[in-house]
C-alpha cells in the first residue's frame, strides 16, 4: 500500500544491495556473497590495494565487467519515477557502487561508497569515468603517470563520499527510507537515527530485518521489486 506523502517535504532515501539484488546482482553477507572467494581485508581496504593492486583491478573489473549484463528494476524505477512527481526535496544515497540508480534516471543520487565506473589517480587525483579495465600499468592520462590509477571505491577504513551534504539533507528530512541494507556499515547505519533526531518518520524496506529494525518506526518485508514501486505509489 502506498505511503501517505502529504505534509512530507523533505526526503532522504538510503539504499544497499538488497535493491539491486533482483536486477543480478549479489548481496555481501549472503552465503554466495561478494567477499566469500575474497577476504574483504584483500579487496576492500588501501592496505590489500598496496600489497596486491593486480588482484584489487582483477575483482573490480569483473564487477564492472558485469554491469553490462544487468538492467535497473522496478525498484530503481520507481525512486526515479518518485523524484520526477515529488514536489519537495529529495536525496538518493546509496551504498552500491553499480550504475543502476543511474541508468533508471535518478538525479538527486549520492555513491557514498564510489562507483565502480569511475577511477582515481592517486598521483594527481584526476577522477575519470571508465568502462575498460585496469590494470597495474594503466595510465593516467592527465598526469602521464603510470600504474597510479585504482577504481574510485571507498575502502573499508576510508571516508565515505559527500558525508556533509548527506548530513545536512537527514538534519532537515522528515521522511527517512532504508531499502535492502543489512545495517552493519557505519556512518550509514546510523543515518536512520540522524533522521529520527530531526523528527523524521523512519522506514525499513528490506527482505529481511535488518541489524536496527527495531529501531524504526515502520518495517515492510518482502523483495525489493515488489515494497519499493508499492511504497512509492508506482505500482
Ligand atoms: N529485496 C530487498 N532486500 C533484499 C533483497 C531483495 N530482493 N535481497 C537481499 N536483500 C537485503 C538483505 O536482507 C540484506 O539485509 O539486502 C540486504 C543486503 O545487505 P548487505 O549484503 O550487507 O549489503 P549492504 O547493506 O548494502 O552493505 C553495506 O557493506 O560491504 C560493504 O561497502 C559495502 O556498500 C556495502 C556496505
Redesign the pocket.
Known amino acids: 500500500m502506498s505511503f501517505y506523502f502529504t505534509n512530507i517535504n523533505s526526503i532522504v532515501v538510503l539504499t ?4 539491486s ?2 536486477s543480478g546482482l549479489s ?4 552465503k554466495d ?1 561478494l ?1 566469500d572467494n575474497h577476504p ?1 581485508d584483500e579487496v ?1 581496504t588501501p592496505e590489500g590495494f598496496q600489497r596486491n593492486p593486480a588482484l584489487v583491478h582483477e575483482f573490480y573489473n569483473a564487477r564492472r565487467q558485469q554491469l553490462s549484463s544487468v538492467e535497473p528494476n522496478a525498484a530503481h524505477l520507481a525512486l526515479s519515477a518518485f523524484e520526477k512527481s515529488f514536489s519537495g526535496n529529495i536525496l538518493l544515497v546509496t ?3 553499480d550504475d543502476l540508480h543511474d541508468r533508471a534516471g535518478s538525479h538527486n543520487l549520492v555513491h557514498m ?1 564510489g562507483e565502480l565506473l569511475k577511477c582515481r589517480c592517486t598521483a594527481c587525483g584526476t577522477i575519470k569515468e571508465i568502462r575498460s579495465d585496469l590494470s597495474t600499468d594503466s595510465l593516467c592520462e592527465d598526469c602521464g603517470r603510470k600504474g597510479t590509477l585504482r577504481p574510485d571505491i ?1 575502502w573499508f577504513g576510508e571516508m565515505p563520499m559527500e558525508l556533509d551534504r548527506i548530513y545536512d539533507a537527514l538534519a532537515q528530512c522528515d521522511l527517512f527510507v532504508s ?7 557505519y556512518p ?1 547505519a546510523g543515518f536512520f537515527q540522524e533522521a529520527k533526531m530531526a523528527g523524521a518518520h523512519t522506514v525499513e ?4 530485518p ?1 541489524e536496527h529494525a527495531s529501531g524504526f518506526d515502520q518495517c515492510l518485508y ?4 515488489q ?1 519499493v514501486p508499492e511504497f512509492f505509489g508506482a505500482s
Open positions: 544497499g544491495a538488497g535493491i539484488a533482483e548481496t555481501f553477507r549472503l556473497g567477499w574483504v576492500a551504498q552500491n557502487v561508497h571507498v531499502i535492502g541494507t543489512s545495517g552493519n556499515v550509514a524496506l528490506n527482505l529481511d535488518g518482502g523483495p525489493a521489486t515494497l
